[in-house]
């Protein structure tokens, strides 16, 4: 079993940056690729961004590209995703969540293992 636990969420402007982290315990994350998804209140829960067990490829959503970028630290068993230049619309509960790396990455949630309770970020215009 792997436990997440999401922070570093809050209440920002538009323009501003956050930095999120997900904290492993359990069982160390090097053999688990990683992502991020997000959850606004009433819509489906959609992919942000993915990294592999090495760090080797990192995956983003059309809608965060060049403004979020995904990072771990395996020796911390930690994850990052810093955030740039908020918007309003990236609003949303931040989870973190784990896969295996024998099964590759993926941006479809229900092919994610572990998942963390969430941290919430809000951007306000």
Same mark, same amino acid.
């Given at each position: 079993? &792997?436990?997440?636990?999401?922070?570093? /969420?809050?209440?920002?402007?538009?323009?501003?940056?956050?930095?999120?982290?997900?904290?492993?315990?359990?069982? !160390?994350?090097?053999? $688990?690729?990683?992502?991020?998804?997000?959850?606004?209140? /009433?819509?489906?829960?959609?992919?942000?961004?993915?990294?592999?067990?090495?760090?080797?490829?990192? $995956?983003?959503?059309?809608?965060?590209? /060049?403004?979020?970028?995904?990072?771990?630290?395996?020796?911390?068993? !930690? &994850?990052?995703?810093?955030?740039?230049?908020?918007?309003?619309?990236?609003?949303?509960?931040?989870?973190?969540?784990?896969?295996?790396?024998?099964?590759?990455?993926?941006?479809?949630?229900?092919? $994610?293992? $572990?998942? /963390?309770?969430?941290?919430?970020? !809000?951007?306000?215009?």
């Amino acid at each position: 079993q &792997v436990q997440l636990v999401e922070s570093g /969420g809050g209440l920002v402007q538009a323009g501003d940056s956050l930095r999120l982290s997900c904290a492993a315990s359990g069982r !160390t994350i090097s053999s $688990y690729n990683m992502g991020w998804f997000r959850q606004a209140p /009433g819509q489906e829960r959609e992919f942000v961004a993915a990294i592999t067990w090495n760090s080797g490829s990192t $995956y983003y959503a059309d809608s965060v590209k /060049g403004r979020f970028t995904i990072s771990r630290d395996n020796a911390k068993n !930690t &994850v990052y995703l810093q955030m740039n230049s908020l918007k309003p619309e990236d609003t949303a509960a931040y989870y973190c969540a784990a896969r295996q790396y024998i099964f590759g990455s993926s941006s479809r949630p229900s092919e $994610y293992n $572990y998942w /963390g309770q969430g941290t919430q970020v !809000t951007v306000s215009s």
